[in-house]
Nanobody, 128 residues
């Protein structure tokens, strides 16, 4: 059974940066598309970014374009979400999710119900 694990959350001031990491135990993330989601207090979970299984394709929602970068290293079984110029509205619990195959990437990768495996979430807080 694949278990997804995120790390790297924390507290930063506006304009700051954080890098979230996602890995797995039990099975590797190879052959899985990866999505990053976030959920702020009182709000629904929203998709932020995704990357296809080989790592050559990426997507970002408009609110994070130019500020967030998703990448992966298959050999290291790692996926990262680099976040720059963080703003208070980025405050949320961030989740890494894995979907088997690449179909989710090419059919709309921000639907949470398309992902099979979820991490426990990591808190990102942006405040002055």
């Amino acid at each position: 059974q694949l278990q997804v694990v995120e790390s790297g959350g924390g507290s930063v001031q506006p304009g700051g940066s954080l890098t979230l990491s996602c890995s797995s135990s039990g099975r590797t993330l190879e052959y899985h598309a990866i999505g990053w989601f976030r959920q702020a207090p009182g709000k629904e979970r929203e998709g932020v970014s995704c990357i296809n299984a080989p790592g050559g394709g990426t997507e970002y929602v408009d609110s994070v374009k130019g500020r967030f970068t998703v990448s992966r290293d298959l050999a290291k079984n790692m996926v990262w979400l680099q976040m720059h110029n963080l703003q208070p509205e980025d405050t949320a619990v961030y989740y890494c999710a894995a979907a088997e195959g690449d179909h989710v990437f090419y059919s709309g990768c921000y639907r949470a119900d398309k992902y099979n495996y979820w991490g426990q979430g990591t808190q990102v807080t942006v405040s002055a």
